[in-house]
């Protein structure tokens, strides 16, 4: 069932309005804490934080991470918002989409992101085209991934800030948080939306030395020692922030959330070719599954929320089923702000659970999957789920209460639970279907974005062995290829240039020849010796279209995308 939303009048005034200070991690899991039962990492701040929280303890958000992401910013299911994937042009938010920082803006809220933002690197998917104002991001889904700075390795790096490369110093943590910190200091009158998603402790798991060695001295495996000592790091700065939002007597009228964007990555499994298996192999809370799982281990997660005026404090538990999708129609209800108008939103507002007033809280079904298609298949890795029960690829079913490690298949006892379960997700699909053929379009040569550079972690290809989202694809020499879907702005000519690595690299392409197609036309060139670029020129008519950059080898036959690719409107 979903709830049409109309647009309201806002009923406090600004002074009157809580701020809100949203953190999200990126790949821990729910036994990645050590309030949740790991006996092994320390999360001291953490810890403090979960005893001063109402905490939602069957909470639930997407496998994967851009899912999650659109999910939480705009109160509906991912699938719905165009975004399914990570890569291949499906992690690129549909520009119809209303999202929180939109929400706070139009309410006269001063509104930052810091960290990973991973809905589309071009207009107008980013996070200024959706409402935030204050913006400290690294590109694509992880630094050092294909559309981020290159070189980038979470030390001393590189990052967009509103709009532009800005050379920073220090770990990537801490960086977020300081420039979130400086936020916060700017408008601490408010009122103020604060969005802190960190890029840890997603892989690579580069951190110094001091915080992953404790771990590995106690026989944890070398992986998970520095997937720890991520958390850790990321713990002290969470430390920081609770310490200035008390120093500047912020704490009480602030709303805190602190929640996770999937299952564990790194947690729960020693790997081959670690050495000898440790004597810690994790801790996963007895949940089966992790990150990228439609097993409860890859969706349940964390989520803290303290508001000591508003009634949100004292440390209690809310045992009732919960998702990301509910977090923007609670807060909207919480800082009486209008929600996004004319849409469906498939969440609701937890309010009455999180004060301890559930008088009319309903029974829901809600839907998890892991899709990793272009068009995403029926039933494909999906959980339907409530109070009790999962049902798993639409066939086997666990009593989620007598069974949460999800070990015995109930489904032939409960054959009627099993049909309501599969005729709930066949009303979910069919609310998809529409969505599903459309797509998130990159524009060119629009006033917002000229030039505007796309890379190769946004191709399209059914393949996803072609597409180099990660920048070490590209240095191992990744063959590959896929199209781009591209909406020109305005009729005008444009210029291409190709390349095989960023500018700031200078490497020479390997290649003889160079094509730009875009539609059904196409411009050739060759490609001089030594040529770190290649520009092409088009005539090129307003329009959705797409479009691919190609380099042919005549050496050894092998053509391969132009993985960074600039495009100027010129006239």
């Given amino acids: 069932m979903f709830l049409l939303v109309c647009l309201g009048e806002l009923q406090l005034g600004a002074a009157d309005r809580p701020n809100v200070v949203l953190v999200m991690t990126d790949d821990q899991g729910y036994g990645d804490l050590r309030c949740h039962g790991n006996s092994m990492i320390k999360t001291p701040n953490l810890d403090l934080l979960h005893s001063q929280s109402v905490r939602l303890t069957d909470f639930h958000v997407d496998p994967t991470c851009s899912p999650t992401r659109a999910a939480l910013l705009t109160g509906r299911h991912s699938t719905r918002t165009g975004v399914w994937h990570t890569v291949m042009g499906r992690s690129i938010l549909f520009d119809d989409e209303v999202t929180m920082g939109q929400m706070f803006a139009a309410a006269g809220y001063r509104t930052g992101i810091f960290g990973k933002w991973h809905l589309g690197d071009n207009y107008p998917a980013r996070p200024q085209d959706h409402g935030f104002q204050e913006i400290l991001i690294h590109g694509g889904g992880g630094v050092g991934q294909t559309p981020d700075f290159w070189g980038n390795d979470y030390f001393d790096d590189t990052y967009q800030h509103n709009g532009e490369w800005k050379k920073m110093s220090g770990y990537c943590t801490k960086v977020f948080f300081d420039q979130a910190l400086t936020f916060i200091e700017a408008n601490r009158k408010g009122p103020f939306f604060c969005y802190i998603p960190t890029n840890v402790p997603h892989s690579p798991n580069n951190v110094a030395e001091k915080y992953s060695r404790p771990y590995r001295n106690q026989g944890v495996s070398k992986n998970m020692a520095s997937f720890y000592g991520m958390i850790t790091e990321f713990d002290e700065n969470m430390g920081r922030l609770l310490q200035r939002l008390d120093e500047l007597g912020l704490s009480d009228n602030t709303i805190l959330i602190f929640m996770t964007d999937n299952g564990t990555a790194a947690g729960v499994h020693w790997q081959r070719g670690q050495g000898p298996k440790p004597s810690w192999t994790g801790f996963n809370a007895g949940m089966r599954g992790a990150k990228g799982s439609h097993w409860d281990g890859g969706h349940r997660v964390p989520f803290f929320i303290r508001w000591p005026n508003g009634g949100l404090a004292g440390g209690r538990d809310v045992n009732r089923l919960t998702a990301h999708i509910d977090v923007l129609p609670t807060l909207a209800d919480l800082c009486r702000v209008a929600p996004p108008t004319n849409r469906y939103l498939d969440g609701r507002s937890l309010v009455s659970l999180l004060k301890g007033q559930p008088r009319h809280w309903p029974e829901r079904t809600l839907f998890a999957h892991f899709q990793r298609a272009e068009i995403p298949p029926k039933w494909e890795?999906?959980?339907?789920?409530?109070?009790?029960?999962?049902?798993?690829?639409?066939?086997?079913?666990?009593?989620?209460?007598?069974?949460?490690?999800?070990?015995?298949?109930?489904?032939?006892?409960?054959?009627?639970?099993?049909?309501?379960?599969?005729?709930?997700?066949?009303?979910?699909?069919?609310?998809?279907?529409?969505?599903?053929?459309?797509?998130?379009?990159?524009?060119?040569?629009?006033?917002?974005?000229?030039?505007?550079?796309?890379?190769?972690?946004?191709?399209?290809?059914?393949?996803?062995?072609?597409?180099?989202?990660?920048?070490?694809?590209?240095?191992?020499?990744?063959?590959?290829?896929?199209?781009?879907?591209?909406?020109?702005?305005?009729?005008?000519?444009?210029?291409?240039?190709?390349?095989?690595?960023?500018?700031?690299?200078?490497?020479?392409?390997?290649?003889?020849?160079?094509?730009?197609?875009?539609?059904?036309?196409?411009?050739?060139?060759?490609?001089?010796?030594?040529?770190?670029?290649?520009?092409?020129?088009?005539?090129?008519?307003?329009?959705?279209?797409?479009?691919?950059?190609?380099?042919?080898?005549?050496?050894?036959?092998?053509?391969?995308?132009?993985?960074?690719?600039?495009?100027?409107?010129?006239?």
């Fill in 381 to 571: 890795r999906s959980a339907v789920m409530t109070e009790r029960w999962r049902l798993i690829d639409g066939e086997q079913l666990f009593d989620i209460k007598a069974d949460p490690g999800q070990i015995k298949n109930v489904a032939p006892r409960h054959g009627e639970v099993v049909k309501q379960l599969r005729a709930d997700y066949e009303n979910w699909w069919s609310s998809l279907q529409p969505r599903l053929k459309k797509h998130g379009w990159i524009v060119l040569g629009s006033e917002h974005e000229n030039p505007a550079h796309v890379t190769g972690h946004d191709w399209h290809n059914p393949d996803l062995s072609q597409i180099p989202w990660n920048q070490t694809h590209i240095e191992k020499g990744l063959i590959g290829n896929g199209y781009w879907m591209v909406d020109f702005s305005q009729s005008g000519t444009y210029e291409f240039t190709l390349r095989q690595k960023p500018a700031v690299a200078e490497f020479p392409i390997e290649a003889t020849a160079a094509c730009i197609s875009v539609g059904n036309r196409e411009q050739l060139s060759p490609v001089p010796a030594e040529a770190t670029s290649v520009t092409l020129t088009m005539a090129v008519a307003a329009g959705k279209k797409r479009m691919q950059a190609t380099f042919d080898n005549e050496t050894d036959g092998n053509p391969r995308g132009a993985y960074f690719v600039e495009i100027r409107r010129i006239d």
